[in-house]
């Protein structure tokens, strides 16, 4: 969790809804990088979503119907 160390609370909070973080700070580091990436666009989340590594209570979170 260091690499997001710099990371103010409020800013977290205009980043990820409180449920967004309740999930994303119990991943790996490597969990959070992909969950990040497939934020940024619709590719990204459907590859994520469709990915079986993905973790599941990360992937209830995203919703590709936003990106339309």
Known sequence: MEEYADILQE???TLLTSKEQE???N???EEQEAYLTACQSYEAMKAYLDNPESPPEA???LD???WK
């Open 11 to 13: 800013d977290w909070n």
């Open 23 to 25: 999930v994303f700070f």
């Open 27 to 29: 991943l790996s580091h």
């Open 59 to 61: 992937k209830r979170l």
């Open 64 to 66: 590709l119907s936003s």
